[in-house]
Each structure stands twice: as structure tokens, then as C-alpha cells.
């Protein structure tokens, strides 16, 4: 302050000073504003980037359970309940589209992804049309379904970008914050640099004050109207100077009687010191004080053997970098790590060399809450299936489990247990429990769940361990298997059943398929009463496949459904041009023809029967239907209701394989049917084994009180014959008569059983 009053008197002194004091005042307007500008940034972080980013995953997530309605309404053939959820679903989607505001730059992104959208949409109408089409065909639907998904994988790539751009304004603003502090820092600086120029000026007048002022001016070149605390200490971390900031802050954080040095950690004068010691030139600070984080940044001044502390209270800047890192790894309905966490986790678990074992849930069930409650009901089960989850792992401590939200559907389970058994115990355990009834206010779910399993080892990316969980999951078999670890043979089997699927759609278009006939002759006078038509693959290169590595497959492909038709059509055919050749005797054979149950649940099934018979103008009483037990029993009132349909065409109807399957008598007798197949499984230990004889014995037995024809797989050999006459069959089938026969030769085969008929 000496030095002040000391050089007014003089002009030059006068000017450079009211120029430094002018230069502070700008200074410190421009502080306060960059402050503002600093927390503006925060604020448009919080309110419009973070709330983008939840709108655009929220789409994302409902455009995946678009594409698996779409699947699903394909699968079940559910046109009207699935196509409801489908157009509920799409509102959904234009609400979450109509909330993202396209960032600068991103105008056309957003409006490719409104087309990808408004493309989906349209071919789900499609889907819909061709579904309840009955012309249409299932390479038409299947088709939609594949540009629905490659539209789907190119507005998730939209998704990613637009989402990276909203990472990029985040970055963008995060850096500016940066370069804006820094900014500040180097006009604090300039303006040190004045002040040091104005005393250095001052100096040929005042040189006989300079020891008693130095301190002073010293203080004189600390920022007075910076909005932050600003601090000097000694070398020996001795307070000299704070600012009015410095105070301002102090008493609204802890009050008016707390010294300003408790905004600085505890032992803030050791750091000083061994700062100044050390000639480090700048160090950083993080703490706590009352709830708020502080950054303090201390500068070394050695000229002037001082330490200055600028703080900052950066919590909310912090708030908002934890909010966009909790975005970045968890699953916002489950609150559980998401993939991105688990990939971390992986790739620290393979470095560390742990043992574990990584598992994909797979919760069956959700389609049907989303398609009957809505997604918001399904968010809710999905919270519960999480609860229910923690609260299973912390009852089983033998296992330390972490869980994951994946997409959809699905969970993953890294499992950090050395023993397999022990493994495949928890997490059958885990099934167990999910499959106890979730309570929702006053609506009752039941969900299932499936567990593919594999070993972790360290070479393993998250991808691949994904893959061959996904490969277990495909041979898990019904409710009694649930889980399933994987084997390298899966793998190859997986491929193998690929390259038959691929090989089946190539050979539907060439008609590589033909068909042979297993006769079914009658005990009473060995007579053809009737044929089984068998469906045959013969490739291209005259490689026979077997029906039994094919027809499973094609069930599971639902290529089973077209094929299926050819088999029905086929046969329909070559039963007309039987009769016309006029080679059989009079009373031409009835056509067995097996029904798959894919084929039989199918939308299309009976207008393709009927299509099929006025084609070829075949009589329907000639077509004996062959239905499996187990597939009746899946949905017995729309069995029932189809069976009669059938009925009403003329056709008759068997059951296929009786006996293995678990239809009970009160159920049979609502069955519409004319005949009963025992399978060959019963036949192969008699006569000999008395269970098999008292087993077959009382099916037959039932038939005949129902008024229903029995006939019997399988039969081999003469005392098998023999057997089933003296007990009452109606009708065989087997090798002992003939093995199935090509076309050509059933007219020749049935002449030869009237002309050995008339020799005995």
C-alpha cells in the first residue's frame, strides 16, 4: 500500500497502474463468465447429451424385440396377438424417435435412422399381409425377415454412430472445459506478468521501500476478484494471503467461524513443504469437504519462495462423468453390468489366470408378458429375475458368481468355481428358482430358463465364450435338462446340422426328394390295405441322406412346413395315378401320411390339405393322417377343433407311435380318430417278454373298446405275426412283409400277395 501512495504523484506510475488495475477488472469479468460458460457446459451435458444418449439405447432395445416379434409371429404363427404387441411396440418407437434432438452435424444420421425405422415398420406390414395370405409362401416371409434384419444390423450401426457423435459432444465439451481453465490460467499469468512490468517501472522511484513492500506487492499480484479460492504460503506452509473468494466460500461451505485453511486436506503444510523441498513445480489435489469435492492446484513460486493454491469445486463435473460412466457399463432397467463391464472383467480374469466357467441365461417366457402386459411389465420382471438372482447367489456361497445384463433375453454368468460339477449344481439350482412364479401386483408370471455353460480359458474372447454358450443352448433338451456344458463335438454337430440346413433349402428348389411306400397288410387275409409314404433325400451326386439327420433339422429350421406339403401333395398324386393305371385290386390302399407337428400347428396347414385334394382330385377317404401323441397333447382344444376340420374333409386320422407319449384315456376318447399305431419299440421283445405282450395285449384291447383300428409297427419276423393275430391287431407293417418299396413296384407287390394268397 506504501508503494501505491509512493508513486501517484507520478504520471507514467499512475497510468501503469490504472492500466493493471483495468487489466484485473477484465480479467475478472472474464473469469466470471468463463465460470458460467463452465457450468452452462455441465448443464447442457446433464439435460440434453445424457438424456439423448438413454433415448437412442431405450430405441435400440425396442427395436430388437421389434425384429423378435416379427421372429416369434413367424415360429408360433400368432398373426393377430403378435402383430397387436408388434404395432403397440412401434408407437413405443416413435415416442423414443421423437424425442432425440439431432445434435449439429448429426441431421442426417437421425434422418436415415427415421427411414430405417419407417422401412421396418413397412415390412412388418408386409409380414403381417403375407402371414394371413394363405397363397403366400414361407420363403416370401422368410425373405421380409431377412431384410427386417439387415435393416435392423444398419440402423444399429446408425444407432452407434449417433451415439458416438453424442461421446464425441461430450469430449468435445469436456476438452473446451479444459482449454477454458487453462485459459483462465494464462490470463492470470499475463496478468502477473503486468503487474511484475508496473513494479519493475516502479522500482527507480521506490527503491528505498522495496524491503519493507516486498511482501505487499507480492500480494498485490494475486487475482483479487477471481471467482475460486486463491492461496499463498510460505515455503515453510505458513498462510499469507487468500483472497476474497477464498473467504466467501469457506463461510458458505463450513460456516463463519472456520478458518479458510480447512478447505485444504489435513496435512497441507507437510505436501507444501516437501513440494518446495523436492522443486516440484505443480502438484494436484483431490478431497472431500462437507460432501463437495475439491481439486486444489498448487504451484510452486521459487523467485519469491512461495506456494500458491488455486481451488475448485469440481463435484458436479464429477456427478456427470460418473453418470456417463455408469451409462457406459450398466443396464439401466437391472441396474446390472453390461456387456462392455463384462468384457473388462473377462480380460482381467483371463490376465490374473483365474479358473471359471462363463454361462448364458436364457429366460423363456418375456415375449409372452411383452405381447399380453406391455414392455413396461416386462422392464418390472426383468428387476425382479435380477433380485431374485442376488438374492440366490448370496444363499449359495460355495460359488462367487458375477452377473451380467447381456441384450434381450439374455444374462451372463461368469462363475469363479474350479469344479464343473459343483457349476452345473448352482446353476441348475438357479433354474430351479427362476422357475418359481413372479408376483407382479396381482398377475402371476411363470418364466423358464436355460443355461448354456463353458469353460473359461485364457486365450478366450468375450465373443467366443458367448458362442459356444450359445452353441450349448441348442442341445439343451426340455425341462429335465436345463443346463448343458459345451464339448467340442457340439461345435461340429452345430456345423454340421448348418450345412444340412443349407443343403435342404438347395434341395426343396432342385426336388431332390422323392418318396417310398412301407405296405400295411391285413392278419386277417395278408391283404394290402394300406401304405406309409415315406419322404427320401437323394443329392445331386446320388448320396443318399438318412430321414433321421435331416427331418429333425428340418423341423427345427420350419423348413419341415414346406416340405411337408410337397410329401402330402406327392402322395395325393401318385394315390390318383394309381387308381387310373387300374393295377391294384378294387379296393385301393389308404395313404398314410405323417404329420410333423411344426406342419400341424401351422396357420396354413388345413388350407393346404384342402388345396392339395382338389388339385388332384384324390378321394379323401383314401388319406389316413398319421398325428403323434405328444403333439396332440401340446394344445389339446386346437387338436381337437382341427381334427374335426379334417374329419369333415372326408380324411382319416391316426395316432402315430402310441405309447410313447403320456395321453391318458379321458383325453383319447376326445381324439376323432380311426386308428391307433402301437410303436415298434413294444414289438421288438415279443413274443418272450410278458411286460412288452401284457403292454401291447391292453392297448389293443382299448382300441377295439374305443372302436378304433389297431396297427403295429416293426413287425420282423414270423412269431411276431403270429403273436399279434392270436391277439387281435387288425394291420401290420414291417420287414417281414416288404421293406419300403419305390413307386413302381407297389402294383407288382400287391398282385404278388393275391397270387401267393390263392396258392395257399
Not at 403378435?82 to 415416442?95: G, H, K, T, V, W
Not at 435392423?152 to 459432444?169: C, Q, R, T
Not at 440366490?392 to 462367487?400: A, D, L, S, V
Amino acid at each position: 500500500m506504501l508503494g501505491f501512495l509512493f508513486v501517484t504523484g507520478h504520471g507514467r506510475i499512475w497510468g501503469t497502474q490504472g492500466a493493471v488495475i483495468v487489466l484485473g477488472l477484465l480479467l475478472a469479468l472474464v473469469v466470471f463468465k468463463s465460470g458460467r460458460a463452465l457450468v452452462a457446459d455441465l448443464a447442457d451435458t446433464q439435460t440434453e447429451l445424457l438424456p439423448q444418449s438413454q433415448y437412442l439405447m431405450v430405441l435400440q432395445s425396442q427395436v430388437v424385440r421389434h425384429e423378435r416379434l416379427l421372429y416369434a409371429c413367424f415360429v408360433n404363427n400368432d398373426v393377430e396377438g403378435i402383430f397387436d404387441a408388434m404395432y403397440s411396440l412401434q408407437a413405443e418407437i416413435r415416442q423414443a424417435m421423437d424425442k432425440l434432438v439431432p445434435l449439429p452435424g448429426q441431421e442426417a444420421q437421425l434422418k436415415d435412422l427415421q427411414n430405417l425405422l419407417a422401412d421396418i415398420f413397412l415390412l412388418g406390414d408386409q409380414l403381417s399381409r403375407e402371414m394371413q395370405n394363405p397363397g403366400s409362401t414361407e420363403n416370401t416371409a422368410e425373405d421380409i425377415l431377412g431384410q427386417i434384419t439387415a435393416y435392423g444390423k444398419a440402423l444399429d450401426a446408425k444407432s452407434v454412430d449417433l451415439f458416438g457423435g453424442i461421446k464425441d459432444n461430450i469430449g468435445a465439451q469436456m476438452a473446451d472445459t479444459r482449454q477454458q481453465t487453462w485459459r483462465l490460467v494464462v490470463w492470470v499469468l499475463v496478468f502477473s506478468l503486468a503487474i511484475a512490468f508496473s513494479f519493475i517501472l516502479s522500482a527507480y522511484f521506490i527503491r528505498r521501500y522495496q524491503q519493507e513492500s516486498g511482501a505487499n506487492r507480492l500480494l498485490f499480484a494475486f487475482p483479487q476478484q477471481n471467482p475460486h479460492p486463491v492461496m499463498s504460503f510460505s515455503n515453510q506452509g505458513e498462510a499469507i494471503y487468500c483472497n476474497p473468494a477464498t473467504f466467501h466460500f469457506t463461510h458458505q461451505l463450513l460456516g463463519p467461524r472456520v478458518q479458510e485453511t480447512e478447505l485444504l486436506p489435513k496435512d497441507y503444510q507437510r505436501r507444501l513443504v516437501d513440494m518446495y523441498r523436492e522443486e516440484r513445480s505443480e502438484e494436484v489435489w483431490l478431497h472431500t469437504v462437507a460432501d463437495r469435492l475439491l481439486q486444489c492446484r498448487v504451484q510452486r513460486v521459487p523467485d519469491h519462495q512461495r506456494l500458491h493454491v488455486y481451488v475448485e469445486d469440481i463435484t458436479e463435473q464429477e456427478k456427470a462423468k460418473q453418470e456417463l460412466r455408469y451409462l457406459a457399463f450398466h443396464d439401466t432397467i437391472t441396474d446390472l453390468p453390461n456387456r462392455h463391464q463384462m468384457v473388462l472383467d473377462l480380460e482381467l480374469f483371463t490376465q490374473q489366470k483365474q479358473t471359471g466357467y462363463f454361462a448364458l441365461i436364457h429366460i423363456l417366457g418375456l415375449d409372452k408378458v411383452s405381447a399380453s402386459q406391455g414392455q413396461q411389465q416386462v422392464d418390472t420382471l426383468l428387476s425382479q429375475v435380477c433380485n431374485r438372482l442376488h438374492k440366490y447367489n448370496q444363499g449359495h456361497q460355495e460359488c462367487k458368481v458375477d452377473f451380467y445384463r447381456l441384450y434381450g433375453d439374455d444374462f451372463g454368468a461368469v462363475v469363479y468355481q474350479e469344479t464343473e460339477a459343483n457349476v452345473v449344481r448352482f446353476l441348475e439350482g438357479l433354474c430351479s428358482r427362476l422357475q418359481v412364479a413372479f408376483i407382479i401386483g396381482d398377475i402371476e408370471h411363470h418364466v423358464r430358463s436355460r443355461v448354456g455353460i463353458t469353460g473359461i480359458q485364457p486365450s478366450d474372447s468375450v465373443n467366443s465364450l458367448i458362442a459356444r454358450s450359445q452353441t450349448a443352448l441348442q442341445f439343451v433338451g426340455g425341462d429335465k435338462q436345463r443346463t448343458i456344458v459345451h464339448q467340442p463335438a457340439m461345435t461340429a454337430s452345430l456345423e454340421k446340422n448348418l450345412n444340412i440346413e443349407r443343403d435342404l433349402r438347395l434341395a426343396l428348389k432342385k426336388q431332390e426328394f422323392f418318396l417310398e411306400y412301407q405296405p400295411q397288410i391285413c392278419l386277417k387275409n395278408h391283404t394290402l390295405v394300406g401304405l406309409e409314404a415315406l419322404v427320401r433325400w437323394r443329392k445331386s451326386d446320388g448320396v443318399v441322406v438318412p430321414p433321421f439327420d435331416f427331418i429333425p433339422i428340418a423341423e427345427n429350421s420350419g423348413l419341415i412346413v414346406v416340405l411337408g406339403e410337397w410329401v402330402f401333395r406327392e402322395s395325393c398324386r401318385q394315390l390318383k395315378e394309381w387308381q387310373q393305371l387300374g393295377g391294384l385290386p378294387s379296393a385301393m390302399p389308404a395313404m398314410g401320411i405323417n404329420l410333423s407337428p411344426r406342419q400341424f400347428r401351422h396357420s396354413g396347414f388345413l388350407s393346404s390339405v384342402i388345396h392339395a385334394i382338389k388339385e388332384t382330385n384324390v378321394d379323401p377317404n383314401l388319406l389316413d393322417l398319421e398325428i403323434t401323441e405328444s403333439l396332440l397333447m401340446d394344445d389339446v382344444d386346437r387338436a381337437v377343433a382341427l381334427m374335426h376340420q379334417l374329419k369333415a374333409l372326408g380324411v382319416k386320422l391316426s395316432i402315430d407311435d402310441f405309447g410313447t407319449g403320456y395321453s391318458s384315456l379321458s383325453y383319447l376318447s376326445r381324439f376323432p380318430v380311426d386308428k391307433l399305431k402301437v410303436d415298434r419299440s413294444f414289438v421288438n421283445n415279443i413274443p418272450g417278454n410278458q411286460d412288452d405282450e401284457n403292454l401291447v395285449d391292453a392297448i389293443i384291447n382299448m382300441a377295439h373298446a374305443l372302436d378304433l383300428t389297431v396297427i403295429t409297427e416293426g413287425v420282423e419276423n414270423f412269431d411276431q405275426v403270429e403273436w399279434l393275430a392270436d391277439h387281435g391287431s387288425d394291420e401290420i407293417q414291417g420287414y417281414y412283409f416288404s421293406r419300403p418299396l419305390a413307386a413302381d413296384q407297389v402294383i407288382p407287390f400287391s398282385q404278388s400277395l393275391i397270387e401267393k394268397r390263392k396258392t395257399s
